[in-house]
């Protein structure tokens, strides 16, 4: 399933947003604040603790969850997708400046926990 251009856009320029994974048993987990970005025309996110981070463990785990960003709340996939890394790494620069918190978002280690976010 793609994004509807509408709702895509609205996520995009929303600054950050929460993601709340569902355990295997159909509740949803405690939502996080993450960073978000467009890139190619798709919705990408990463943890910044790379794989150590909670909200991405628990992510792995079912595949599943809730993502809200401004006025938009959808029930999401999470998919590993390592194919845009370099538009991934502009496109958090370009939204969110570069300073030290996208110098660690744009790290080999939160790299590897690219993930692209799909409607559900």
Do not use: C
Request: proline share 3%; no cysteine.
């Amino acid at each position: 399933m793609t994004w509807d251009p509408a709702d895509l856009a609205a996520i995009d320029v929303a600054g950050e947003s929460t993601v709340a994974a569902y355990r295997p048993d159909g509740t949803l987990r405690t939502p996080r604040i993450i960073w978000h970005v467009v890139a190619d025309g798709q919705l990408f996110i990463r943890s910044v603790r790379g794989a150590d981070g909670a909200w991405y463990r628990g992510v792995e785990r079912t595949g599943t969850g809730v993502l809200e960003a401004g006025d938009t709340r959808k029930e999401v996939a999470f998919v590993r997708d390592d194919t845009h890394d370099a538009a991934i790494d502009d496109a958090y620069r370009s939204k969110y400046g570069n300073g030290s918190a996208v110098r660690s978002i744009t790290t080999s280690q939160a790299t590897a926990t690219t993930l692209r976010v799909e409607p559900r």
